[in-house]
């Protein structure tokens, strides 16, 4: 059974007797089913029976309802109702819009509306470059998605993917104080996304584009970076490439090896895939094998999408050909960015002596960490309920943050390259160790860092 978590987290509102024990017979009767208690309080109180609300984290809807059959199996006991938190969490959704400026008076009103608003409308229209100054432009980014490969659940729609974009900008907001908005569009025609996201590109400062599946998010990431002015960034690309790059540097620390004398075996060729196999080979990797459904892209096999054929042109120096399993075999780094559950503890075992294992899908690892780390030095996962969680957020949020200061258009590998770099240093000599690679997502220093990085190297490509 997977752990508890507080993505499945519950509340059961209890009524049951007024005697002395009856709390700490709720909670362990919840226990005893496999809850994770994390919380108890007495809400109503009268002479014969108390009303209790237990809280607790579970692995789904069927440990639910265990729970709720173990804690309504005692005497006198009975679950008025059981509430999802995270569901809770959604009502009416994660966001909300905010006047930045007081409106108290015909005074102010006269200012940030008619008739005095129209001033500044006029200066714009003489130069349209000021609207990143006098408007939300200079601090607000589009968060772009059409629905067809959210997290692990795929093509969903635009209406499901909605929360997951809600969250993504209030994560912009809580860690680099960066406005974003959702913007979930109904078409997976890459014309009209494109048509779309430069139509509405005078309002932002900036794009993120989101969980569109591969690889028509390759060509639309490419053209609106080659028609807008404001910078372009595919965070499934690009953030997850940055915070690998960034776990990868100190993992190596902790086994004592170097980028370049390593064999890694990537596994997933899509938007992820990719991007983490151009960064790695920008930082000296030169021994990488990446694999898809089939095995191993390799140069003598014919491919008609241009980015297998860019990977076949560009890694594999070795022409090793099989299955994900047969080219472990011997491997230093595992990285992987494709479906649960595809390798076991054997095919880890099998990796070399003091081996690195990334298992990043989520929610569900291709290997179960806990099974990995019998056999590897190190073992990373996108999870939080485990140690060395690589997520995004420690990249994206101080990413478009430096962008935003910066004042520019365009992305380029030495600013991946330097966010990665300024992720990895916020853990210490002295704190690294197998179990702590890669700074927490709560670190308040991190968005910071990442920015003034991104800062950096635009000031130095001026120069």
């Given at each position: 059974?997977?752990?508890?978590?507080?993505?499945?987290?519950?509340?059961?509102?209890?009524?049951?007797?007024?005697?002395?024990?009856?709390?700490?017979?709720?909670?362990?009767?919840?226990?005893?089913?496999?809850?994770?208690?994390?919380?108890?309080?007495?809400?109503?109180?009268?002479?014969?029976?108390?009303?209790?609300?237990?809280?607790?984290?579970?692995?789904?809807?069927?440990?639910?309802?265990?729970?709720?059959?173990?804690?309504?199996?005692?005497?006198?006991?009975?679950?008025?109702?059981?509430?999802?938190?995270?569901?809770?969490?959604?009502?009416?959704?994660?966001?909300?819009?905010?006047?930045?400026?007081?409106?108290?008076?015909?005074?102010?009103?006269?200012?940030?509306?008619?008739?005095?608003?129209?001033?500044?409308?006029?200066?714009?229209?003489?130069?349209?470059?000021?609207?990143?100054?006098?408007?939300?432009?200079?601090?607000?980014?589009?968060?772009?998605?059409?629905?067809?490969?959210?997290l692990g659940l795929g093509d969903i729609g635009p209406e499901a993917a909605l929360?997951?974009?809600?969250?993504?900008?209030?994560?912009?907001?809580?860690?680099?104080?960066?406005?974003?908005?959702?913007?979930?569009?109904?078409?997976?025609?890459?014309?009209?996304?494109?048509?779309?996201?430069?139509?509405?590109?005078?309002?932002?400062?900036?794009?993120?584009?989101?969980?569109?599946?591969?690889?028509?998010?390759?060509?639309i990431e490419a053209r609106l970076r080659d028609e807008l002015d404001i910078p372009?960034?595919?965070?499934?690309?690009?953030?997850?490439?940055?915070?690998?790059?960034?776990?990868?540097?100190?993992?190596?620390?902790?086994?004592?090896?170097?980028?370049?004398?390593?064999?890694?075996?990537?596994?997933?060729?899509?938007?992820?895939?990719?991007?983490?196999?151009?960064?790695?080979?920008?930082?000296?990797?030169?021994?990488?094998?990446?694999?898809?459904?089939?095995?191993?892209?390799?140069?003598?096999?014919?491919?008609?999408?241009?980015?297998?054929?860019?990977?076949?042109?560009?890694?594999?120096?070795?022409?090793?050909?099989?299955?994900l399993k047969e080219v472990l075999v011997g491997a230093d780094v595992f990285i992987?960015?494709?479906?649960?559950?595809?390798?076991?503890?054997?095919?880890?075992?099998?990796?070399?002596?003091?081996?690195?294992?990334?298992?990043?899908?989520?929610?569900?690892?291709?290997?179960?960490?806990?099974?990995?780390?019998?056999?590897?030095?190190?073992?990373?996962?996108?999870?939080?309920?485990?140690?060395?969680?690589?997520?995004?957020?420690?990249?994206?949020?101080?990413?478009?943050?430096?962008?935003?200061?910066?004042?520019?258009?365009?992305?380029?590998?030495?600013?991946?390259?330097?966010?990665?770099?300024?992720?990895?240093?916020?853990?210490?000599?002295?704190?690294?160790?197998?179990?702590?690679?890669?700074?927490?997502?709560?670190?308040?220093?991190?968005?910071?860092?990442?920015?003034?990085?991104?800062?950096?190297?635009?000031?130095?490509?001026?120069?």
């Amino acid at each position: 059974m997977a752990n508890p978590g507080p993505g499945n987290s519950i509340t059961l509102r209890i009524d049951a007797p007024s005697n002395f024990h009856v709390t700490s017979e709720l909670a362990a009767a919840a226990a005893a089913a496999g809850a994770a208690v994390t919380a108890l309080d007495v809400v109503e109180s009268h002479p014969a029976t108390i009303v209790v609300d237990l809280t607790c984290n579970t692995t789904g809807e069927e440990h639910a309802e265990q729970i709720r059959a173990a804690v309504e199996g005692l005497q006198g006991v009975t679950v008025r109702a059981v509430s999802d938190r995270t569901f809770l969490m959604h009502l009416g959704g994660k966001l909300e819009v905010v006047p930045s400026v007081p409106l108290r008076n015909r005074d102010d009103l006269s200012r940030a509306y008619t008739p005095g608003v129209a001033r500044v409308c006029m200066a714009i229209a003489e130069d349209k470059s000021k609207a990143r100054n006098l408007t939300v432009k200079r601090n607000t980014i589009a968060v772009v998605t059409d629905g067809t490969a959210v997290l692990g659940l795929g093509d969903i729609g635009p209406e499901a993917a909605l929360p997951v974009m809600e969250g993504k900008a209030a994560l912009f907001k809580q860690f680099a104080n960066v406005d974003a908005w959702p913007v979930c569009l109904d078409t997976k025609d890459t014309e009209e996304i494109i048509k779309i996201v430069k139509a509405i590109a005078p309002v932002y400062g900036g794009v993120n584009l989101e969980d569109i599946a591969a690889p028509r998010c390759f060509e639309i990431e490419a053209r609106l970076r080659d028609e807008l002015d404001i910078p372009v960034f595919h965070d499934d690309q690009h953030g997850t490439a940055i915070v690998t790059l960034a776990a990868l540097q100190n993992a190596l620390k902790v086994v004592g090896k170097a980028i370049g004398d390593v064999r890694i075996v990537v596994s997933g060729v899509g938007a992820a895939g990719n991007a983490i196999v151009q960064l790695l080979l920008a930082e000296g990797a030169v021994d990488i094998v990446a694999c898809g459904r089939n095995g191993a892209i390799t140069r003598d096999e014919e491919y008609t999408d241009a980015h297998r054929r860019e990977l076949a042109a560009t890694t594999n120096p070795r022409g090793v050909s099989g299955t994900l399993k047969e080219v472990l075999v011997g491997a230093d780094v595992f990285i992987g960015v494709s479906a649960p559950n595809i390798l076991d503890e054997n095919d880890i075992a099998g990796m070399a002596e003091d081996a690195i294992v990334f298992a990043m899908a989520n929610p569900t690892p291709e290997v179960d960490p806990i099974v990995a780390s019998r056999h590897a030095a190190v073992v990373a996962t996108g999870r939080s309920d485990f140690p060395n969680q690589i997520n995004n957020v420690l990249a994206f949020p101080g990413f478009f943050r430096g962008l935003l200061d910066a004042g520019v258009s365009d992305i380029t590998p030495p600013m991946l390259v330097a966010a990665a770099q300024a992720i990895a240093d916020r853990v210490g000599d002295d704190e690294l160790n197998a179990s702590f690679i890669i700074p927490s997502v709560f670190d308040p220093l991190v968005a910071g860092a990442v920015a003034d990085a991104i800062v950096r190297v635009v000031e130095s490509s001026k120069e």
